[in-house]
């Protein structure tokens, strides 16, 4: 009989949702997605054109050291190449980071709602989740974090900005925070929007602290959000040499495919494609609150690229969207069932995307 390890009976993969094409098919309609936090203008010229000079090398592995990457990286960011891990997504960085520190029945602490990849790797690895309420506003309570860091935690996670909330935490507390961690504790920083938030004054620059190695700090960055590369599946960690070289010792030997690798150093060249993915994702959620408000409808400020808004039943309304050809995410599994969570697209999208809404909300 197939014996499986108990933590995975009650485990339930992560929901992608329906390609598009296939909702389109189904019920014979157009459809627009607005639901995966994806860069709405798509990837810069620079890197499609990098992807096209680099298709006729997939015969050969990549570098598995991402050389070029890595020395370009380090350059732009200002950190030494030792203090950078490359992963497929940031999302196997949160698996590496996991794997290498934690045994079964280790504590992490997360805040929930939070991004629910924490949940999942925690529930797969039999860890004890200690998972800590947002605040009344939506907001990571880093004091409450701290509370509930015990003998037994060896990892903190804090989504800055946090999915599916976009709110942040901000320089006095998380100043205050990190001084509350002990020595055991590892803190991991999930900075997969960081391009979206970074100019506020408020945002913390955490990575001189994560470099020097005084606290045992991770920052985690990806390419999948303002750089428009999702599909590619290419983040990055930054951290002290000490944890980057453990992470090394777990880390697939080819786990960043050479596509990615290429289509990544022509995206770094691309600020202007970054600056221009920023400003449209502002005025995107200024003309979301805008008709929030003038429809009455509550939503939680963002800094992010997406926001969440109050719908009432957020499902029934999720459904009724897709019904007119809209994907956005329905929030029940993030326990916030009054709630779906929208990205800004582009002007077009944004506007059918309300237009469905008023048609729906007037319906249930
Ligand atoms: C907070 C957060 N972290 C990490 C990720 C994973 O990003 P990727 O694996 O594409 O780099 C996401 C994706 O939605 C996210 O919202």
Not at 64 to 75: D, E, F, H, Q, T
Not at 143 to 148: E, G, L, V
Request: aromatic fraction near 10%.
């Amino acid at each position: 009989m197939l014996k499986v390890r108990p933590e995975l009976e009650d485990l339930v993969p992560y929901d992608p949702g329906k390609p598009i094409e296939e909702l389109e098919r189904e019920r014979g309609i157009k459809a627009i997605k607005l639901a995966s936090n994806e860069n709405p203008i798509g990837p810069s010229p620079k890197a499609v054109e990098a992807i096209k000079r680099a298709a006729f090398k997939v015969n050969r592995y990549p570098d598995g050291a991402c050389y070029y990457l890595r020395k370009k990286l380090a350059n732009f960011l200002g950190v030494g190449e030792k203090n950078l891990i490359f992963g497929n997504g940031s999302n196997e960085i949160i698996e590496i980071l996991m794997r290498t520190f934690l045994e079964p029945k280790d504590e992490v602490v997360y805040a929930w709602p939070a991004f629910v990849v924490y949940k999942l790797i925690s529930k797969a690895m039999g860890l004890k989740a200690i998972e800590v309420p947002l605040t009344e506003d939506l907001r990571h309570d880093l004091d409450a974090m701290a509370d509930a860091i015990t003998e037994r935690t060896k990892m903190v996670f804090v989504a800055n900005p946090n999915n599916p909330t976009g709110t942040i935490v901000k320089k006095d507390e998380v100043e205050r925070f990190l001084s509350k961690i002990p020595d055991h504790v590892i803190v991991v920083f999930d900075e997969a929007y960081y391009e979206f938030a970074c100019k506020d004054p408020d945002f913390p620059d955490l990575k001189e602290i994560a470099v020097k190695g005084e606290k045992n700090l991770i920052l985690m960055r990806t390419f999948s959000k303002a750089y428009g590369l999702a599909g590619l599946r290419i983040g990055y960690g930054i951290s002290n040499e000490t944890i980057i070289d453990y992470m090394n010792r777990v880390r697939q030997p080819f786990n960043v495919n050479l596509l990615a690798q290429e289509a990544a150093l022509a995206a770094l060249d691309d600020q202007e494609h970054v600056k221009k993915t920023v400003e449209l994702t502002k005025k995107g959620l200024s003309y979301f609150y805008r008709c929030f408000e003038e429809m009455g409808l509550e939503y939680v400020p963002s800094y992010a690229n997406f926001v969440l808004v109050k719908a009432g039943k957020g499902r029934e309304v999720f459904e009724k969207l897709l019904d007119r050809g809209v994907i956005v995410r329905a929030m029940d599994g993030y326990s916030l069932p009054e709630y779906i969570r929208v990205n800004v697209g582009l002007s077009e999208e944004n506007e059918k995307f309300i237009s469905a809404l008023k048609q729906v909300l007037s319906e249930v």
